[in-house]
């Protein structure tokens, strides 16, 4: 596994949406979203990757996410941070610490990751990682979605 941390510059970024359903109007929700808040910090959208109609419950068939982290271990990618609408975009798994997993993954790797949705801008704090872990055990106990 090769991973080699990027010097791009940071207002080059990636986003990923994921949905449960096949409404290609709630994946348009959230890279309004996305759009909005890179256009707000002067960020350059250059990779898009979507897992539309996936469950959250599971990594199985998330090919998008799949193929993002491998670009991000690989180092081969135009991008210095990647945008999500939420903590829930990596998955509504019952263990908190798998979608930490990913974001360490990226981090790592030096991609920052952005959450657009009513998320503090301190992302990367302590208070914001205690809101995160707390965010998703209470999704974990919520639907399965």
Not at 29 to 47: F, P, S, T
Not at 85 to 99: C, I, L, M, P, T
Request: aromatic share 8%; glycine share 6%; with cysteine.
């Amino acid at each position: 596994m090769k991973i080699t941390k990027t010097n791009l510059p940071p207002n080059n970024v990636a986003t990923y949406v994921r949905t449960a359903t096949t409404d290609q109007h709630l994946a348009s929700n959230q890279m309004a979203v996305l759009r909005k808040y890179a256009k707000r910090h002067g960020m350059q959208i250059v990779e898009e990757y979507f897992d539309v109609g996936k469950s959250g419950v599971s990594i199985r068939d998330r090919e998008a996410l799949d193929q993002m982290v491998r670009d991000v271990e690989g180092g081969q990618i135009k991008f210095s941070a990647i945008l999500l609408h939420d903590v829930s975009r990596w998955g509504r798994f019952q263990d908190a610490d798998e979608s930490a997993y990913y974001e360490y993954l990226c981090r790592r790797a030096g991609v920052s990751v952005h959450y657009c949705a009513g998320h503090p801008e301190s992302e990367g704090s302590s208070a914001s990682t205690i809101i995160k872990s707390v965010k998703e055990t209470i999704r974990a106990n919520e639907n399965g979605h």
